[in-house]
């Protein structure tokens, strides 16, 4: 369990559980410390941003990701098949007029695999209630203010699939490296809360 | 209904129905319609899944795209949601007289 977890009821419950599962000796801490460590082990938002370099500097790589995510993530040597169930994988790019935020009204989904453990108020019922009827108003209070003309897309990431920001490459960038572009990307840059 | 009953393009209205069970459909985006923008592939349906189905069913999800203004009154942004096949039935375009009336 994360930390923020910590005291919330859900964690008690998990935790009983785990007491029940172990004492009926279906299974062991080891076993379940084995599965939590094979689902997280590289889960981080360093992935998010690798692909996300690799599209501001390879057009071919960019145009493929947006067509087809989960056959072109092999070229930066990542998979949706790491998780507990396969999932597929939808990006979905910023532009001048367009910009995309992601949510998960109904409970928390979210492409650990590519952004590590989720943030706490990505799992907030304000977030998940606002973010869908007002995001521009949301957006900025993460201190991303849109100009009127940029459209905003929510998406609701109800069923299998997943779905990643490209956000748009900051201007003055054009003499950075591959690795050091990947260095500017953040994680709510690739929720779609910040803009980069 | 055929499956994939819909296309990219197509007018959907989503159902209605709230159910004693899980299910993803949530209750904002209800008896509203909006635009089919991808075909996600088939998938085991939550309902079932969700409730320990040993078998669950699978049927096509679809991207579908909602206007704010239509979900909320309000808003000029678009909300996409991932919906099941089964949460959706055909909407006409507003433009056209309702399936079957010219028949009459």
């Given at each position: 369990?994360?930390?923020?977890?910590?005291?919330?009821?859900i964690?008690?419950?998990?935790?009983?559980?785990?007491?029940?599962?172990?004492?009926?000796?279906?299974?062991?801490?080891a076993?379940?410390?084995?599965?939590?460590s094979?689902?997280l082990?590289?889960a981080s938002?360093?992935?998010g941003?690798?692909?996300?370099?690799?599209?501001w500097t390879d057009?071919g790589?960019?145009?493929?990701?947006?067509?087809?995510?989960?056959?072109?993530?092999?070229?930066?040597?990542l998979?949706?098949?790491g998780?507990?169930k396969?999932?597929?994988l939808?990006?979905?790019?910023?532009?001048?007029?367009?910009?995309?935020?992601?949510?998960?009204?109904?409970?928390?989904?979210y492409?650990i695999?590519?952004?590590?453990?989720s943030?706490?108020?990505?799992?907030?019922e304000?977030?998940?209630?606002r973010?869908?009827?007002?995001?521009?108003?949301?957006?900025a209070?993460?201190?991303?203010?849109l100009?009127?003309d940029?459209e905003?897309?929510?998406?609701?990431t109800?069923?299998e699939?997943?779905y990643l920001?490209?956000?748009?490459?900051?201007e003055?960038?054009?003499?950075?490296t591959?690795?050091?572009?990947a260095?500017?990307?953040?994680?709510?840059?690739?929720?779609?809360t910040?803009?980069? | 209904?055929a499956?994939?009953?819909?296309?990219?393009?197509?007018?959907?209205?989503t159902?209605t129905?709230?159910?004693?069970?899980?299910t993803?459909?949530?209750?904002?985006?209800?008896?509203?319609?909006?635009?089919?923008?991808?075909?996600?592939g088939?998938?085991?349906?939550?309902?079932?899944?969700?409730?320990?189905?040993?078998?669950?069913?699978a049927?096509?999800?679809?991207?579908?795209?909602?206007a704010?203004?239509?979900?909320w009154?309000a808003?000029?942004?678009h909300?996409?949601?991932?919906?099941?096949q089964?949460y959706?039935?055909?909407a006409?375009?507003?433009?056209?007289?309702?399936?079957?009336?010219?028949?009459t």
């Open positions: 369990m994360t930390a923020e977890h910590a005291d919330s009821r964690a008690v419950r998990v935790a009983r559980l785990e007491e029940r599962l172990v004492a009926a000796g279906l299974t062991d801490d076993e379940l410390e084995g599965i939590l094979r689902t082990q590289g938002p360093a992935n941003a690798r692909i996300v370099a690799r599209a057009d790589f960019r145009r493929r990701l947006l067509a087809d995510a989960a056959t072109a993530l092999p070229e930066v040597g998979s949706m098949r998780g507990l396969v999932q597929n939808g990006v979905v790019e910023n532009t001048a007029t367009q910009h995309h935020v992601l949510v998960c009204t109904l409970c928390s989904c492409p695999g590519l952004l590590g453990p943030p706490t108020w990505y799992k907030s304000a977030y998940r209630a973010v869908v009827r007002e995001p521009r108003s949301v957006l209070e993460f201190g991303l203010e100009p009127d940029v905003i897309t929510v998406h609701d109800s069923a699939n997943r920001v490209l956000p748009r490459r900051p003055g960038t054009s003499g950075l591959e690795e050091q572009l260095a500017l990307v953040t994680r709510n840059g690739l929720i779609g910040a803009a980069v | 209904m499956d994939p009953a819909f296309r990219t393009g197509d007018r959907v209205r159902r129905v709230d159910p004693a069970h899980h993803r459909l949530p209750r904002y985006a209800r008896g509203h319609v909006g635009e089919v923008v991808a075909d996600l088939r998938w085991p349906i939550a309902d079932e899944s969700a409730g320990g189905a040993p078998d669950p069913a049927e096509t999800v679809y991207q579908v795209r909602f704010a203004r239509d979900l009154g808003g000029d942004h909300v996409t949601i991932d919906l099941w089964s959706l039935s055909p006409l375009s507003p433009a056209l007289p309702p399936e079957g009336e010219d028949a």
